[in-house]
């Protein structure tokens, strides 16, 4: 196994799942708000899996978004 090749490419993994998750959310924080469902100041709970085929992987994380 290369070190520096998991390496890179664990960076490139994460970085498409946190640009492609803060897309959605936001998508999906500002449609909510125009149908009236959030005003604002709300805290949402969210939560994120992730799995690793040939693994047994199976990471939840969960956190808030605050909408301020």
Known sequence: M???TLNMSLRKFLKKVGVTAQHAIEEAVREA???GSLKGGEK???MARITLGGTTL???IEGDI???
């Open 2 to 4: 290369n070190e520096e």
């Open 33 to 35: 708000h125009s149908r």
């Open 44 to 46: 949402l709970p969210a």
């Open 58 to 60: 199976d990471l939840v």
């Open 66 to 68: 605050e909408l301020g």
